[in-house]
């Protein structure tokens, strides 16, 4: 089975913004995500749940929620009534990651730690239960456009090693950098569901660059 693909809109035409959605989810595009930026734990502020809210009825992809806010615990219920199927919170921003990912899991909402290249798997394990997906930053996040680090391949390994340890059942998303060429190593490591930004809508085309990941990975 080809890897699940969830295009961001982070550099998509927000102007165009339905068009660009339609666009992919008829190529066969599985999530849709959407980078939520403060300011503070990112440097850029991007968008808020009014989004989320907007884009919930034009499409029937999986809202893919991924907060890179302070304390995001704060937003959790604001996301999940806006209509987030899932949300994402960065193991790095709070002090409180098991309330955050009990806060999500209450509202009835896949819960998603996410782990910037800096941090290690080994402190993600004791919530591991606690989730319905992983995300590994293959980038620092906070900007669309940047380059793949291979580094980070070890850590989708040493996930999909855990995951048949630990006899639970995740997805391992991976999230910067994503093209037909670096999806590959990380989907032979474990990845189910590749993010990409600028590789899909920067250039022409954006369906046949689903196509393009999805064959790399079949
Ligand atoms: O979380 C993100 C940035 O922090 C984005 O999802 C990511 O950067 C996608 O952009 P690209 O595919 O261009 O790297
Ligand atoms: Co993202």
């Given at each position: 089975m080809s890897i699940k693909v969830?295009?961001?809109?982070?550099?998509?035409?927000?102007?165009?913004?339905?068009?660009?959605?339609?666009?992919?989810?008829?190529a066969g595009?599985e999530?849709?995500?959407?980078?939520?930026?403060?300011?503070?734990?990112?440097?850029?502020?991007?968008?808020?749940?009014?989004?989320?809210?907007?884009?919930?009825?034009?499409?029937?992809?999986?809202?893919?929620?991924?907060?890179?806010?302070?304390?995001?615990?704060?937003?959790?219920?604001?996301?999940?009534?806006?209509?987030?199927?899932?949300?994402?919170?960065?193991?790095?921003?709070?002090?409180?990651?098991?309330?955050?990912?009990?806060?999500?899991?209450?509202?009835?909402?896949?819960?998603?730690?996410?782990?910037?290249?800096?941090?290690?798997?080994?402190?993600?394990?004791?919530?591991?239960?606690?989730?319905?997906?992983?995300?590994?930053?293959?980038?620092?996040?906070?900007?669309?456009?940047?380059?793949?680090?291979?580094?980070?391949?070890?850590?989708?390994?040493?996930?999909?090693?855990?995951?048949?340890?630990?006899?639970?059942?995740?997805?391992?998303?991976?999230?910067?950098?994503?093209?037909n060429e670096?999806v590959k190593a990380a989907y032979k490591?474990?990845a189910t569901?590749a993010?990409?930004?600028?590789?899909?809508?920067?250039?022409?085309?954006?369906?046949a660059k689903v196509a393009a990941l999805k064959d790399a990975t079949n």
């Amino acid at each position: 089975m080809s890897i699940k693909v969830a295009p961001s809109i982070l550099s998509a035409d927000y102007v165009n913004l339905q068009r660009d959605v339609e666009l992919v989810e008829k190529a066969g595009a599985e999530y849709l995500h959407i980078d939520v930026m403060d300011g503070l734990f990112v440097p850029s502020i991007s968008y808020g749940a009014g989004w989320v809210k907007a884009l919930k009825p034009v499409t029937n992809m999986v809202l893919d929620v991924h907060l890179m806010v302070q304390n995001p615990e704060r937003y959790v219920d604001e996301f999940a009534d806006a209509g987030a199927d899932i949300i994402g919170v960065h193991y790095e921003a709070t002090p409180h990651i098991h309330r955050a990912l009990q806060m999500i899991n209450n509202k009835g909402v896949k819960a998603e730690v996410v782990i910037n290249p800096g941090t290690s798997v080994d402190l993600i394990k004791p919530i591991l239960h606690m989730v319905g997906q992983v995300l590994v930053m293959t980038v620092n996040p906070g900007f669309g456009g940047q380059k793949f680090l291979p580094e980070t391949v070890a850590k989708i390994q040493q996930l999909n090693d855990l995951k048949a340890e630990l006899g639970l059942d995740y997805d391992i998303e991976i999230d910067g950098g994503v093209n037909n060429e670096t999806v590959k190593a990380a989907y032979k490591a474990g990845a189910t569901v590749a993010v990409a930004g600028s590789y899909l809508y920067d250039k022409v085309d954006p369906a046949a660059k689903v196509a393009a990941l999805k064959d790399a990975t079949n």
